[in-house]
């Protein structure tokens, strides 16, 4: 996608911010959103006005369809398959609600845990050491949100 669209969705919809932009000497730019983590974390962003459409290797290559049939989307070696944030559990559900009402599919929460399958059925099994939910980005990237 375009750099507005990315802007709009990391900011407007998940509610990053935006905290610098670089113009590069071939016309690209170089932005940088703070992940909200209390460590300085950012996720940075490139864009060309000529962009190539033909994905690279080392893209995600989680698929939307495996993680909607309840398989654990798969990628391969060397790619990305997620980017993880963690959010705090008092603001979760409205986070969930603001992805939604966006338009964007969410998936059911997921309950890792710490047994021989890795997860649970209910946030409420004692061996559950994470929920978290996931979703896509404008440029197929699997994103997730959890909290402990």
């Not at 008092?90 to 009402?101: C, E, M, N, S």
């Amino acid at each position: 996608s375009d750099m507005s669209t990315t802007i709009r969705f990391y900011c407007g919809i998940l509610g990053f911010k935006v905290v610098k932009t670089l113009e590069l000497p071939d016309g690209g730019q170089h932005f940088f959103l703070d992940c909200g983590n209390s460590n300085g974390g950012t996720l940075a962003f490139f864009w060309w006005p000529n962009k190539n459409e033909k994905r690279a290797s080392g893209i995600a290559t989680a698929s939307k369809a495996d993680m909607k049939a309840g398989r654990i989307p798969r990628s391969y070696p060397g790619s990305v398959n997620h980017i993880a944030f963690s959010y705090p559990e008092d603001g979760f559900d409205a986070l969930i609600k603001r992805i939604q009402a966006a338009g964007i599919w969410v998936s059911p929460p997921v309950y890792h845990a710490d047994n021989e399958i890795g997860f649970a059925s209910s946030k409420d099994d004692p061996s559950v050491i994470a929920i978290s939910i996931y979703l896509w980005g404008p440029d197929g990237e699997m994103i997730e949100f959890s909290h402990s």
